[in-house]
């Protein structure tokens, strides 16, 4: 039975009702796909970067190849700035909009979501496809094979930039809905294709570099079409109604809720770009260290991004409904969970260093480089994970400006810190890898403090009665 402003008595049948029922149950039944989605997101990283690194078998430089995907991948990252912007605001708007029953609203929101990020990804095409050569000549590269593989594989993933940007758009009314199994077995298929593809493209048809930016474009249409067709579907987790639900005040609400995030992932991009510059100055062994290096990480951010996702999700849902006991009850279950595995991934990337390196490159000298990397930037995976599964219960809130300020100030540290620590080292980048670690330690601790204490000053406020004009705009 449908009541005014498009609300249900009933629990719409296209989420995954998270106010009620067990907070560890519900918090796990949306994490746990966001889980393997980020395991099997984590396993074709790796399996990317070792295809790309035995390029050797083309007669290439597996190092260049390495730092040419790694220096074009800044880019993409940049994007996915563009695309946290109306992701995010989906995402929560409708994750609020869910806890309250309110199908009318998800339909629009989604609908206007569509319209948003279309016109963002032409942006992000535009530049990629016909300026490639300004980006990659911002990192002051002097291996030519390096820039001139760098800018084809920038112009070949961007020509399928559309893909990319509205897969993450229907990811993001999936994970408000809570439905991330949906997402999981959507993104899987994509992923596993581009793994059957990278060795095929890369050494089969010789392509090298080029047909790894090639499997990854091929495998987001695919994604895409799928989407397509859920959507052409009467399973549809959104009716989109272009012709009478276009709105540009949802628009703006969408955009407004999501501009701390975009801004934030940007910021840290561009503060990313300006260490690769700085580690590009020592050649492309060591970059390519700094990539595999990363790569590595996601054994903790990969994790921590999937709970991030399923505790928005979690508190949007719950902070939509009311329910401000739940949410203080979901974080703290969170917490229970990820900080014992943030300690073991402290101790894993520290005390086999070595051998996870060892993966993928053989050379002694890049593997002396690259069990530094992992031991220094060991110390902060714990606090990488609380940053971000706090940020996403900020998100949830609706308070995206609180941890998006927190980032774009503990991400700017990283640059005054990298200068006033290499020259602190024999090996002057490793000051560089140190600021990263400091940083991120910092992060955690403050946003962690945050949280706790608005919750304290919600609390005092009398739950959500002080704030749940936000949650119904």
């Known amino acids: 039975m449908i009541r005014r402003n498009g609300r249900r008595d009933k629990p719409m049948k296209v989420k995954i009702d998270l106010t009620k029922g067990s907070i560890m149950k519900k918090i796990l039944i949306v994490a746990i796909p966001m889980l393997l989605a980020s395991l099997v997101q984590m396993l074709y990283n790796l399996t990317d970067m070792y295809w790309v690194a035995r390029v050797d078998r083309l007669g290439e ?3 260049e190849a390495v730092a040419a995907v790694g220096t074009a991948g800044f880019y993409p990252w940049l994007g996915f700035g563009l695309i946290a912007i109306v992701k995010i605001g989906v995402s929560v708007r409708v994750s609020q ?8 609203s998800v339909n629009r929101i989604a609908t206007n979501g569509v319209l948003l990020m279309a016109a963002l990804a032409v942006l992000y095409i535009s530049y990629g496809v016909f300026f490639n050569h300004h980006f ?6 002097d291996n030519d094979t390096v820039v001139t593989q760098s800018m084809s594989y920038l112009r070949i993933v961007t020509a399928f ?8 758009l229907f990811n993001g009314v999936y994970d408000g809905l809570g439905k991330t199994i949906n997402t999981f077995y959507i993104m899987a298929v994509g992923l596993g294709l581009n793994m059957a593809l990278d060795p095929i493209l890369i050494l089969g048809f010789g392509m090298g570099v080029q047909g790894a930016a090639l499997a990854t474009g091929i495998s987001q249409t695919v994604t895409l079409l799928i989407y397509i067709i859920i959507y052409l579907s009467p399973k549809a987790p959104a009716k989109l109604r272009f012709l009478t639900q276009t709105n540009k005040d949802e628009m703006k609400r969408i955009f407004t809720l999501g501009l701390p995030v975009g801004v934030q992932s940007m910021a840290m991009t561009i503060i990313a770009v300006y260490l690769g510059v700085l580690v590009a100055d020592y050649g492309p062994r060591v970059m390519s260290v700094s990539r595999i290096g990363a790569m590595i990480e996601a054994l903790s951010w990969m994790i921590a991004a999937g709970f991030q996702v399923a505790l928005a999700a979690f508190v949007g849902q719950n902070f939509g409904a009311g329910q401000f006991n739940r949410v203080k009850q979901g974080y703290k279950t969170s917490m229970s969970l990820l900080v014992p595995y943030g300690l073991a991934i402290n101790a894993l990337l520290f005390f086999a260093a070595e051998p996870l390196f060892a993966l993928f490159i053989d050379n002694e000298a890049t593997l002396r480089h690259g069990v530094a990397y992992l031991r220094i930037l060991s110390i902060s995976q714990l606090f990488m994970i609380l940053d971000m599964v706090t940020a996403g219960a900020f998100n949830g809130l609706g308070k995206t400006y609180i941890p998006s300020a927190v980032q774009i100030i503990g991400n700017g540290l990283r640059i005054p810190l990298a200068y006033l620590l290499m020259g602190m080292f024999d090996e ?3 000051g560089i890898w140190w600021a990263i670690s400091i940083s991120s330690l910092f992060k955690g601790i403050v946003l962690v403090t945050l949280f706790l204490l608005h919750m304290m000053k919600l609390n005092k406020q009398g739950g ?3 704030v749940e004009k936000t949650a119904t705009a």
């Open 97 to 104: 909009a869910a806890g309250r029953n309110d199908e009318t």
């Open 428 to 430: 002057p980048f490793h």
């Open 136 to 141: 990659v000549g911002i990192f002051n590269i």
């Open 464 to 466: 959500f009665q002080s």
């Open 161 to 168: 930039g559309m893909a990319y940007f509205m897969v993450n």
């Open 61 to 63: 430089s597996p190092e």
